[in-house]
């Protein structure tokens, strides 16, 4: 007997995915199981409206959530932790440190580790005695120094906590605005931690994926730090219209009922994080368009993607004037032309959004 495929119309995938994300008319309860659920917000101090992790929770939760909740959880609480620029839940931690003891994987690191064992052992003993600290506030007594044509040449004590915190012996502590504090990862990570063995936690961090997306691809491109894909977890199903197999949440299939809302996104945010995915589902075509000359965008600088039930329908060109105290619309793209509902909608998250920044006046 042949394995059974689900057919889904591109409709019943875009409310999966809608659902997954948290982005319907049923909000979280808090920002602790917001990310759970989400598994993830991603660090990011592009700030033209808010930073990517603020913006994200208040797609989620509203008004009533408040930046401080986040810094709480990682901080005091230690309910969620930082690593490799994600917030994930504290639950997760072993699931990160599967492996970590192998690691790095390429002898070029391991050479430059190898040669710079004191250095190490300084920065673990001087944590120790005065941790949390900065990169900063570290002396940087590196043998061998970090080679790069990039950003990391010669940024050696930066290069060596970032080891550290691969391989489970240091963690993010919390962070000073950008700048990071580090700490022994003991003092940061739950004391009753876990880790499973690599294959067990590939398999459930897979599965944690599917959960938050929704629908996913098994196989595709390898993107830095958090992959689009999920393996072969799940159910496999088609989806009309597209090429290939998807894997679905089995979780997800339980309920058909869907009461959408309108979202302002930010451009990092998982539900269009995915380019590909987000043409394929939605017909949605995103490019982060602050890289380019201003003279070239055809959205703007951090142009805010418009969820509107299940679709999406538009992009807001945004930035937030501290200065000015005034959240400036500078051009509404109707990507569908806009009911009068849409724009209603939209302009009620405009507003919302704005007297969630502190600003006090919003100007189109």
């Not at 690691?103 to 580790?113: F, G, H, K, N, T």
């Not at 600290?133 to 043998?143: A, G, M, N």
């Not at 080679?147 to 004590?157: I, K, M, Q």
Request: aromatic share 8%.
């Amino acid at each position: 007997m042949g394995l059974v495929v689900l057919q889904l119309t591109r409709q019943q995938a875009r409310r999966i995915a809608v659902r997954a994300q948290l982005l319907t008319a049923d909000r979280p309860a808090d920002l602790v199981t917001m990310v759970h659920d989400l598994t993830l917000l991603q660090v990011d101090p592009t700030a033209a409206v808010a930073p990517n992790a603020d913006l994200v929770a208040w797609s989620r939760l509203g008004a009533v959530y408040e930046p401080a909740r986040l810094r709480q959880a990682l901080e005091i609480d230690r309910t969620l932790f930082e690593h490799n620029a994600l917030i994930r839940p504290a639950s997760d931690v072993g699931l990160y440190l599967a492996g970590a003891a192998d690691w790095p994987e390429w002898e070029r690191m391991r050479e430059w580790l190898r040669k710079n064992e004191t250095f190490r052992r300084d920065v673990l003993e001087l944590l120790g005695e005065r941790g949390p600290l900065t990169s900063r506030e570290i002396p940087d007594t590196s043998v061998v120094p970090w080679a790069s044509t990039g950003w990391t040449n010669d940024r050696n004590v930066t290069q060596l906590l970032e080891c550290l915190m691969s391989r489970g012996e240091v963690a993010i502590s919390g962070r000073i605005g950008r700048e990071r504090k580090w700490d022994l990862a003991e003092r940061v990570y739950p004391a009753d931690l876990v880790v499973p063995t690599v294959e067990e936690a590939t398999r459930r961090k897979n599965e944690r994926r599917l959960r938050s997306l929704g629908i996913a691809r098994a196989k595709g491109t390898a993107v830095p730090v958090e992959p689009w894909i999920v393996g072969f977890v799940g159910e496999p199903a088609e989806v009309e219209g597209t090429k290939g197999e998807w894997r679905v949440d089995p979780a997800a299939l339980e309920t058909d009922d869907f009461a959408g809302r309108t979202a302002l996104l930010s451009p990092f945010d998982r539900l269009v994080h995915n380019r590909g995915r987000a043409e394929e589902l939605f017909g949605f075509e995103y490019t982060l368009e602050m890289y380019k000359p201003a003279a070239k965008r055809r959205w703007g600088y951090f142009a805010l993607p418009v969820l509107h039930g299940d679709q999406l329908v538009g992009k807001v060109d945004a930035t937030a004037d501290r200065k000015a105290s005034v959240l400036r619309v500078n051009a509404v793209h109707e990507d569908v032309a806009f009911s009068r509902r849409i724009s209603k909608d939209v302009q009620s998250e405009l507003e919302s959004l704005a007297e969630w920044l502190g600003m006090t006046d919003l100007q189109h």
